[in-house]
Structures are given as C-alpha cells and as structure tokens.
C-alpha cells in the first residue's frame, strides 16, 4: 500500500497498535511502510507475532491493557495508541495516554465514559481521534461533506438516509443466510436483536429489538443488487450531530440480501438469539447433540425432525409454504437437526454463533464486498429540490486484505499520520464531524488510497 515516509529528524516516530485483529494488518501495513516504529501488543504474543510478520518496523509483545503498568510502560516509549480492541477497554487507554501525554486513535463510537474524559484530554494537551474507520468514519466524512457544502448555499436536508454492509460478494453469498464471517459470528448476533430509534416524517418512531427483522424492508442501490435495509440503533442523535436539525426523516442502518431478515426473525421467535444462561449448554466433555439442544431450547415433544418442524412452526409465522420450505432447510443446513455435538458456550446465542462459524467462513478463493450509500433530499435556497446519493462499493481481495479491513484500518492509519504530522493538531475527545478534520483526511484517502465516495443526482 502507497504511504508517504513520516521522520522527526533523525528520529523516528512510535505508534502503538492495540489488538490484532483482522483490520489491524492495513493499519500496521501502512505506519509501517512510512517508517513508523510500531509496536504491535496483544494479550497473545502468538498473535502479535502473526500480525507483525513480513514487516520492516514492527515489534511484537504481550500486553494486557487492564494491567495499569504495563499499559503505562508501553504507552510511555511512543508518540500515539492506537486502540482496535473492543470498544469497553478504550477508556483504559484514553486514560493511560493522559497520565503519559500521548494522542490516541480509535475506530469506534464515541461512548459517554469516552467523552467523560475530554476536559482531561484538553489539559493534557492530547488528540483523542475516533470513529475513523468505515461506519463510522468514511461514512461521517462524506455525509458531513455534503450536507456543509448544501448549508453553505443556503439549502436545507429534509431528508437524509445512510445504509452500510459488509457482505460476501454476491457470488460467494451461497448459503441461506447469504452471510459470511470474517470475525466472531457472536457480535453480530447480538446487534441482530438491538432496538432501533429514527426520526421518519418528522415523527420519531422507535422499533424494539425483537421486531427490528420483522421492520427490513427492500432498498435499491443498484439493479444489479437485491438488499433488504433495517434501522441501527439511535439514528435520532445525528440530526443534532450532523448538524441538520431541519431534516424529517433521518435513517442509518444495515443492508442485507433479501431473504436474511425472515431467517433471522425465525431464529429469534424460537429463542435461538438469548443469552440467558442453560445448563444443557454449559461446556462439558459429552456435549448433546445438535437436535437434543434444538429440542430443550424450543420445547418440542421429542428431537425427531418432524417434532422439531412442527414445534418451531407453531412458535413463528411464515409469508408463505416456500419460505417456510426455505428457511426449514437452512435450519436443517446450519445442523440444528443433526446428530453432530454442539460447542457448547453456555447460551442460545453463543452457541449457535459457534456452528454459525464452523459452516459460514469465507473460503480462500472467496471475497467480500462493502457497500455504503448516503442519500440526501435537499431543498435548495431558490426553492428547488434534488436527490443526491453517495455511494462507495469496495471488493475484496483474495490474495490480499478484505474490503472491510482496507475500509477500517486505512483510515486509523490515515488519522495516525495525520496526527504525527500535526495536520490533525485539535485536542480532546474528537471525531471526524468538521470539514477542517475531514478535508485533510479525505484528500488522502483519495489521493494515497484510492478510497472515496462518489456523488450523483438522481432525481
């Protein structure tokens, strides 16, 4: 990957990469080529050291971020942390660099326990950048882009929609969910059965958890792509954030292939998405087999397939006889009938993720392909209106990264330099919600990486 070269003088700049995970590779890539000396931690040495290999300026070690000291001394020998481990341990961090007067970047949300810390983050005189990844951050940067440049004009955004995936490409989406994991099938599990929050014609309308499948609906990006969209979580605070308190309708969410939602909407209303702890799922060295959990966790009569049928049809209702055909034999696929031993880990969730994983991994051969698209309804000053969508489609490369770890770990990477350059030079808690934070990121993005969002009218 293109980097330009970072030097202080005769000394090189230091990073800090917390986690090694499958966005970290792009991220250590990159410093590394532009002569960063980064050391790589993970609570595994092992890991650190796969994800350090074939790279010039890396130094892998084991750390555990929750050992205060430990995190100190390593803080301490660099000029910036960059945190990709879960998002519940970058306060841990944050902290650590204030003690030690270091920047930080993260690709996740901003949480109020992060924000809590940005009036010690300003007097200690360091940047904190998050949310620069994908969603958020590529997706941040380009919705505040245009809905700057209409304001500026004098227009207003009446409407504004955001959907992001990360899917197989559809040739390798040959399973009957049409989904693929890169990563723990457990976390997208459970953001399956999050509740939803948006503003819709000026009326804010709210969605729990366990009708969020049952709310997808059909959305056209391109004819060639058949996705259903659903809401993500509290979409009603970007109407303050992106600055467009005129806008009626604000919408983000998720796009899936058709047919996802319903097999997910079953999967919930026979109980297979709680996390309540059971017995019968708790490790063992004899785990049940597959059809026994099945029987215990719907209640059927016995763990013969026809009870199994008839128990989980009384339990869900289906749009039609081929649906319920469908999704009866993506059932018997995952091998909720079978004979096979579970992986037991204690809940419903957790242990279906496990099979999920086993039976839904990318082969060597496979890509994935990302897809964000923002689409504004703007009233322009003279009274006149347009639709305007943004629109990135990214595929991945089978001999090299997934479009969703070039997607995230790029722009970390991009912040980093930008930090180490003193272009990104604002102090405290920060995301990427300003032109004057954005344009400079945008550029190279663009110019060094060939990653930017392309704008069309189309109505």
């Known amino acids: 990957m293109k980097s330009t070269t970072l030097s202080s003088g005769s000394e090189p700049k230091k990073a800090l990469l917390l986690g090694a995970g499958f966005v970290s590779r792009p991220t250590a890539e990159i410093l590394s080529n532009s002569g960063v000396q980064v050391t790589i931690a993970c609570r595994t040495l092992e890991s650190a050291q796969k994800l350090a290999r074939g790279l010039e300026n ?63 983050c300003k007097k200690a005189g360091i940047t904190v950048m998050n949310e620069i990844g994908l969603d958020p951050g590529i997706d941040h940067l380009y919705a505040v882009k245009l809905i700057d440049e209409v304001h500026r004009a004098g227009g207003k955004i009446t409407s504004f929609l955001s959907y992001c995936c990360g899917l197989p490409a559809p040739e390798d989406s040959d399973n009957p969910l049409g989904y693929k994991f890169s990563w723990s099938a457990q976390g997208v599990l459970l953001a399956l059965t999050n509740a939803a929050k948006y503003y819709k014609d000026g009326k804010l309308e709210e969605v729990d958890g366990k009708d969020l499948m049952a709310s997808a609906k059909p959305y ?152 964000l698209q923002h689409k504004f309804e703007i009233e322009h000053k003279d009274g006149k209106k347009e639709t305007k969508t943004s629109t990135l489609i990214e595929y991945g490369d089978p001999k090299g990264f997934t479009a969703m770890a070039k997607l995230v770990g790029v722009p970390a990477a991009v912040a980093v330099k930008q930090i180490l350059n003193g272009t990104l030079s604002q102090k405290g808690i920060l995301a990427p919600m300003t032109p004057e934070i954005n344009n400079p990121l945008m550029k190279e993005l663009k110019e060094d990486f060939g990653i930017e969002m392309t704008e069309k009218t189309i109505a």
């Open 220 to 371: 056209f990006i391109y004819p060639g792509y058949a996705f259903v969209a659903y809401p993500n979580r509290d979409s009603s605070v970007f109407r303050e954030r992106y600055n467009i308190p005129e806008a009626q309708t604000v919408i983000r969410g998720s796009l899936r292939y058709q047919g996802f939602p319903e097999f997910i909407k079953v999967l919930v209303d026979i109980d297979f998405l709680v996390t309540e702890t059971k017995d019968f799922l708790k490790p063992s060295e004899t785990p049940i087999a597959w059809k026994e959990a099945t029987q215990r966790i719907i209640g059927a009569s016995s763990s013969e397939e026809s009870d199994l049928i008839w128990a989980i049809s009384s339990r869900t209702k289906f749009n039609t006889t081929e649906e319920k055909n469908r999704i009866i034999a993506g059932l018997r696929w995952i091998g909720l009938f079978s004979e096979d031993k579970i992986t037991p880990r204690s809940n419903p969730l957790a242990t279906l993720g496990a099979q999920l994983e086993k039976h839904m991994q990318y082969g060597p051969s496979e890509r994935d392909m990302v897809v």
């Open 58 to 120: 890396a130094r892998p070690i084991s750390l555990d971020v929750e050992d205060e000291k430990a995190l100190d001394a390593e803080v301490a020998k660099v000029d910036i942390a960059i945190s990709l481990i879960p998002y519940t341990y970058h306060t841990l961090v944050i902290k650590s660099a204030i003690r030690n007067k270091k920047d930080v970047v993260t690709t996740s949300y901003v949480s109020p326990a992060m924000m809590a810390l940005d009036d010690e």
